[in-house]
């Protein structure tokens, strides 16, 4: 639920930064380092600059975990195998990115874009992002963040008063519930609720978000914002239901909120189209 | 059940994991909107959920008579209150003051023909200052609204008090060969599907506003008016209204000037 109007940073000194640098003609104070390549946007950098911190180098932590065969039989309750290996394949790529990033020198990830696949024998993970650190060369953390977080979002947590801390992750993988013929056969002419299937969803969600929960709380974190969940059926193995949720653990930085007042803008673009007549046109 | 404090309805897989969240908060609000509900004087305490998988497609039609289909409607209503209900349970686990950003979602599985998930997601908030924002039912509000909003209602004096809708499954009548042969090269108005089309829309609403009503608020904002077929064919249609129910505190506007701003993104 991210907002899609970016106009309306509200940070006042955020502005005043922005403007000092740009008095300053943009020069940057950063140690002579040689070019730096990230995904970043212009105005991610700017913004993360504005923050004094720089992108370092594009990383990228891969893993892939194999999943036995035939466990895809249409069983009962969790299929243990496939979540072990979600959070295998995930747990590695996380650290295969924090490995890169420290090879950079970066103290953290961010802009982190995870592609999680799931097939009949394998769970590949893959994971993007821009290693970034704090312009002057401080030392680097033993063990550098890693947040699904744009630069935008990194440096709005930032001058609110938290830091990230790392990727929370948790999956589960249930088989649905069979029923009974009598009792399908009854349940089809009635409007009722399937209270089986329902505590089959409930057990997925559960422990995919507790799993969730308890890296976050491993990693020292104090909440998880951005939690994004994925759910539903597997293509493959349609009677087994999957929820996956990640999201950015944060930690209050002990740093006064610095985001000062919010002021109320209006976005004096994309005007709206009040009345489409293509509608009328047949499309 | 182990845990006698949970309420009976919610699933037992739930209590283990709220019980932890007394440490860590969970929540799918965006950044921007973390932060705006912690300047709106709010702390996400969850994320929390509701679901409720439900059998609904029962009931005979007429194929020529405009009607509202009230079993089906009944059974729309019940599977949402029933995911509500326990969304509003988890939340209430949590002593929270409210539900912001609810998500209220519809969703079809391969494994049942007819079986839908009805599922609620929202983030739970509860206020730094201590002051109790609950109801006029002593229960944690829900609002479908986001940070942004949520954080803009507050500064005009108002308070969400509850995620209200009204449903209403309709069976819009066929044409006869008559009635379809008499406008056949004509432009004129089809006063049956008017009619019904209407009908279903009133009834929805009325509904909607009811339900605020039982509230006690002084209006509803961000009302979104949904028509979807489902799994019931062309001329059965669910018109559903929702939206966020707020009342007024009497409290002064605090919402600053706004400055237009033209930004250089596209």
Known sequence: ?283 | MSDPNLPVDLPRDAGKRLAELKKLFTSDLSVNEFLLVKQAGFHPLGLVMGSSIYHTGIQTRKWSKSQELTKLTEAMYNARELAMTRMEEEAEQLDADGIVGVRLDVNYYEWGSDAAEFIAVGTAVKAESGVSHRNKLGKPFTSDLSGQDFWTLMQTGHVPQGLVMGTCVYHIAHRGLGQTLGSVGQNVELPNFTQALYEARELAMTRMQEEAERLGATGIVGVRLEEKSHQWGSHTIEFLSIGTAVGDTGASLTLPQPTAVISLDN
């Open chain 1, 1 to 283: 639920m991210t907002s899609g109007n970016d106009g309306d940073t509200p940070a006042g000194n955020l502005r005043d930064t922005l403007l000092s640098l740009a008095a300053k003609g943009y020069a940057p104070s950063m140690p002579a380092r040689k070019g730096s390549t990230s995904d970043l946007s212009i105005d991610e950098a700017l913004v993360l600059h504005s923050v004094g911190w720089e992108p370092v180098e594009l990383v990228c932590g891969a893993a892939a975990f194999s999943i036995p065969a035939g466990i895809w039989t249409w069983n009962q309750g969790e299929v243990v195998a496939a979540s072990a290996a979600y959070a295998g394949a995930m747990g590695r790529a996380a650290s295969a990115l924090q490995a890169e990033c420290r090879a950079v020198g970066g103290h953290g990830v961010v802009g982190v874009r995870v592609d999680v696949a799931v097939e009949r024998h394998l769970v590949n993970a893959v994971m993007v992002g821009s290693a970034v650190a704090p312009s002057g060369g401080a030392r680097p953390p033993a063990l550098p963040f890693v947040s699904d977080l744009s630069g935008r979002d990194f440096a709005l947590l930032r001058l609110g008063g938290w830091d990230p801390v790392g990727l929370a992750f948790g999956a589960s993988f249930v088989n649905a519930p069979r029923r009974s013929a009598a009792v399908a056969i009854r349940q089809s002419s009635q409007n009722v609720e399937l209270t089986n299937y329902t505590e089959a969803l409930y057990a997925a969600r559960e422990s995919a978000m507790e799993r969730m929960q308890s890296v976050a709380g491993q990693l020292g974190g104090q909440g998880v914002v951005g939690v994004r969940v994925s759910e539903g059926p597997l293509p493959f193995a349609r009677h087994v239901l999957r929820f996956a949720a990640w999201g950015t653990v944060v930690k209050a930085s002990g740093r006064p909120d610095q985001l000062g007042p919010v002021s109320v803008v209006v976005p004096l673009d994309d005007a709206k189209l009040a009345f489409d007549a293509a509608s009328l046109r047949g499309r």
